[in-house]
């Protein structure tokens, strides 16, 4: 099979499309003819800085596909489904192998390039909003990087469940369709202090959702109320700066963080599963929306990966094999 690979961490030109042995079926998986590939923040990361787990080596986190073969010891799917699939690795290929309790099957006559693309941006958004972040109808929520998958996955659950939505972008023209999502107010922070703008629009906030890290963090603290809550689920601003917990003290406020794979699936399972199985058919019915910005071939995922990292990209980037 042809794949994306790379033999050292660096920047997108490491990717490399080569052919490489197709993966074997294990007995408690599935292999999944990919069809649609969708590139995670996490896989510009882990190209860049995670050591290598094997040479060459097939990053990607999610896909979706034509199941292919399904391994003796697996009960709930059949060769021919539709699936999407979240993946520790792996998806920048034209196959590849899934653990079966982390596929997800596509309803009748859906779209599935859309749908390829809801478990991590969603799943996280709705973990970061709900189960970590108490968010109820009427509280205020602020959302870093609006035009993100992230992003405009929490904007779209945060503003159904009738809370009051601020978001950030880099552009006026972000801003303007992240409103067409149910922003409230939108705030440009290449121009102005976030700070200064969710004081003048609320005061301050409940929550806010953070993909970012590094001083965009920092700075959040102060648009807490008291007893407000961040969860940073990113490092998406490349800062490695220390974070100072004393401002927080200060609102009695919390910082949690957010893995979705290795925290929310790891310890809840059932649960992470049936969130994102009510995203998916939300998403199916176009209750919820999944914005795709660009579509690349597989064989130029380097350029899939730098349209990503130069962060103009609003909403999905996604790879066809």
């Not at 973990?127 to 972040?133: H, N, V, Y």
């Not at 703008?197 to 970012?212: H, Q, S, Y």
Request: glycine share 10%; charged share 20%; with cysteine.
């Amino acid at each position: 099979m042809k794949a994306a690979v790379y033999y050292k961490n660096g920047g997108p030109e490491v990717l490399q499309y080569e052919d490489v042995p197709d993966p074997v079926c294990p007995p408690d998986g599935v292999l999944i003819d990919i069809e649609v590939i969708s590139v995670e923040g996490g896989d510009t990361i882990h190209r860049s800085m995670v050591p290598l787990p094997r040479v060459p080596n097939i990053v990607g986190y999610q896909a979706a596909g034509t199941v292919r073969e399904v391994g003796a010891n697996v009960k709930n799917r059949r060769v021919g489904q539709r699936v999407v699939a979240v993946l520790e690795n792996g998806s920048h290929a034209e196959k590849v192998v899934a653990r079966p309790e982390f596929t997800w099957i596509v309803p009748d006559g859906a779209d599935l390039t859309p749908l390829a693309c809801v478990p991590v941006a969603f799943g996280t958004a709705h973990e970061a909003l709900f189960d970590l972040g108490g968010l109820t109808k009427g509280q205020k929520v602020l959302v870093h990087a609006g035009g993100s998958g992230v992003g405009l996955a929490a904007i779209q659950l945060a503003k159904a469940v009738g809370a009051v939505v601020l978001t950030t972008a880099s552009s006026d023209d972000k801003l303007a369709r992240l409103r067409e999502f149910g922003a409230d107010y939108a705030i440009n922070y290449k121009t102005t202090s976030f700070k200064d703008e969710v004081a003048k629009a609320v005061g301050t906030v409940d929550l806010v959702v953070d993909p970012i890290g590094g001083k965009t963090l920092q700075d959040s603290v102060e648009v807490l109320k008291y007893k407000g809550r961040i969860v940073n689920l990113g490092r998406a601003g490349r800062d490695s700066g220390a974070f100072d917990p004393y401002p927080l003290w200060l609102r009695n406020g919390s910082l949690h963080g957010l893995h979705l794979l290795f925290g929310s699936a790891s310890h809840e399972l059932a649960r992470f599963q049936g969130v994102i199985s009510e995203c998916i058919e939300r998403v199916a019915r176009g209750e919820l929306r999944v914005v795709v910005d660009r579509k690349f071939a597989l064989a130029d995922a380097a350029q899939a990966h730098a349209h990503i990292e130069q962060r103009s990209a609003f909403g999905r980037v996604v790879m066809l094999p």
